[in-house]
């Protein structure tokens, strides 16, 4: 069965705290793994996307890792600010060629910073 | 260039009663999926649309339904409304929605069946 697991479903951290967020997948084929950052009341918001062979990629404070033989991938947030408090979501693209119909969804992160 | 556009923002309607949701996509976007999100089961695919035609189907039943206009704009539609239809829907566009392209979600509406 397809699946998206995310760990921990909660966390807060102390502004300027880093943190790493957690991602298994059984998704497969394996295409394509997603991390969504949104804010309480919008939509997500793309962080990153990462193919099979790619296991690092950044945008900014955010850097996401992928371990494709473990099926595991890792958000880690630097020197956490206020506006990072979000839900933050792992997302895993099923198949090549495929379409945005093929997207396995976690239930996410919800991240707490406080000042 | 304007983002993904959903109306309305909020709804509340009554058991029974259908409705339908509105999703303008960015210009040149020809791809539209719709999701359903809630807090016990997080964000679920609804369908996806490309060039009008329905091009994939979730796990829903057969009273959500959808389209897509000659400009790409998509509606949805939930009829004979349940409790358990309250929830936020997403729209999401890309270019073509193929694989590795990028997804840009509208800001939702929130549907609340009273």
């Known amino acids: 069965k397809n699946q998206v697991e995310q760990s921990p479903q909660s966390l807060i951290i102390l502004e300027g705290k880093n943190c790493t967020l957690q991602?298994?997948?059984?998704?497969?084929?394996?295409?394509?793994l997603r991390w969504y950052k949104q804010d309480t009341g919008r939509g997500p918001v793309s962080l990153t996307i990462?193919?099979?062979?790619?296991n690092t990629k950044s945008n900014g404070r955010y850097t996401a890792t992928l371990d494709a033989d473990t099926k595991q991938s890792s958000l880690h947030i630097t020197a956490s600010q206020l506006s990072d408090s979000a839900s933050y979501i792992c997302?895993?693209?099923?198949?090549?060629?495929?379409?945005?119909?093929?997207?396995?969804f976690g239930r996410g992160t919800q991240l707490t910073v406080w000042p | 260039k304007a983002g993904v556009t959903q109306t309305p923002r909020y709804l509340i309607k009554t058991r029974g009663q259908q409705v339908t949701l509105s999703c303008s996509p960015i210009s040149g976007h020809r791809s539209v999926s719709w999701y359903q999100q809630t807090p016990g089961q997080g964000l679920q695919f609804l369908f996806e649309?490309?060039?009008?035609?329905?091009?994939n189907k979730g796990n829903f039943p057969g009273r959500f339904s959808g389209r897509q206009f000659s400009n790409s704009r998509s509606e949805m539609n939930v009829s004979t409304l349940e409790l358990g239809d309250s929830a936020l829907y997403l729209c999401?566009?890309?270019?073509?929605?193929?694989?590795?392209?990028?997804?840009?979600f509208g800001q939702g509406t929130r549907l609340t069946v009273v």
């Open positions: 649309y490309f060039s009008e035609t329905q091009r």
């Open positions: 990462m193919t099979f062979s790619e």
């Open positions: 999401a566009s890309s270019p073509t929605g193929g694989d590795n392209t990028e997804a840009f």
């Open positions: 991602c298994n997948y059984t998704v497969s084929p394996f295409s394509n």
């Open positions: 997302v895993v693209s099923a198949g090549r060629g495929s379409t945005l119909g093929r997207l396995y």
